[in-house]
């Protein structure tokens, strides 16, 4: 009924997360319903993407520059590195402006069942930097599931096992507790213990 | 933080209906993380739709071939017109496989809250196609809306003023009632009422 490039180019859509072929179909006919506005600005998007964003050498997040701009800006305390699952995290740390260090994307977790290994995330990069003399800290920004946290211990040991006596490293993970905003009958009661015993003066 | 081109495309995404800017953003990094699997497929399928679709100018429905596939098609039915508010109804009525006629977009609904009046419509063609003599019924496959109503009422009253002695046309509307594989408990009184009062021998 639709021509084949129709459904293919709904089918491309219906790959994309959070659509599904309903939402892919009707967002198809917005596209062809507005050539020039739409579709035509974001296949250019896309073709700039894919020609000019490349995965930064050093930290793994995506930029048009090499190092990207985050590795390369001077302003940014090289003593300190965050490291994330994947970028979307580093893209969700840099919207709170709350951090101004260096990052790692590990670019996953260690997952027994999906046999995610470590040598499947971007580890010996980490090491390497993590030895420089400048660095002092490693922030642990993993998720709060046990894969998160399996894979922050399984780093963690790694970082104390390449100390040397010279250079000693501080290891941090993020301070669980009640989300800002948040209402403590919501709260599942893992969090809320975790909120309690790290509890702090007012 | 993401440099402007992940910015932009994030925007372009999330201007789809059905994705926000938070989908918006899993959709980009998905892209990003798969260049040459997702992300150039689907600009080149966006160029080929961009490049090849166009409206058909007899029924309103996309297609690279014009008139289109199903206006050229032989095999279909002349002798019944199928007028749909948009390319998307079009779209669901075929998979269905139970129609063989003839169809055409209205490209929108009467409202007189948006201030859509009959000349924003694909009327006057649809008027000119209903007045060929081989053409014997009008089916308004309108939503059950107050806006789909009126519509189709205002249509019925103009093919049925154009008509001629040498030439009458049924117009009907698509069947009210029980969805199939629909609960009643969960239909709406007037579904109900409807499907009740069209019941029928079994």
């Known amino acids: ?5 129709i459904e293919h180019l709904m089918q491309m859509l ?8 309903r939402s892919a179909r009707r967002a198809a006919l917005y596209l062809i319903k507005r050539r020039e506005s739409a579709l035509e600005p974001l296949a250019a998007a896309l073709a700039q993407v894919a020609e000019r964003v490349r995965p930064c050498p050093q930290c793994g997040n995506f930029d048009t520059a090499s190092p990207c701009s985050l590795c ?14 994947d970028v979307d995290d580093l893209w969700a740390l840099e919207r709170t402006r709350a951090f101004s260090g260096r990052y790692h994307v590990l670019g996953g977790l260690l997952s027994a069942l999906d046999g995610i290994g470590p040598e499947d995330l971007h580890l010996p990069r980490l090491l ?5 003399p400048v660095v002092q800290e490693i922030i642990l920004a993993l998720p709060a599931t046990i894969e998160g946290q399996t894979t922050a211990h399984y780093i963690a040991d790694r970082l104390k096992a ?5 250079h000693s490293l501080r290891v941090s993970g993020l301070a669980h ?5 948040g209402e403590l009958d ?6 809320l213990s975790q909120a309690l015993r790290a509890r702090r003066p007012v």
């Open 177 to 181: 507790g009640v989300p800002v905003g």
């Open 186 to 191: 919501y709260l599942d009661d893992g969090t």
């Open 162 to 166: 390449a100390e040397t006596p010279d």
């Open 72 to 85: 390369a800006d001077p302003r940014r305390d090289d003593g300190v590195i965050c490291v994330v699952e």
């Open 14 to 21: 219906a790959r994309l997360p959070g659509l599904g072929p």
């Open 128 to 132: 390497e930097r993590a030895g420089q």
């Open 1 to 5: 009924m639709a021509g084949p490039e």
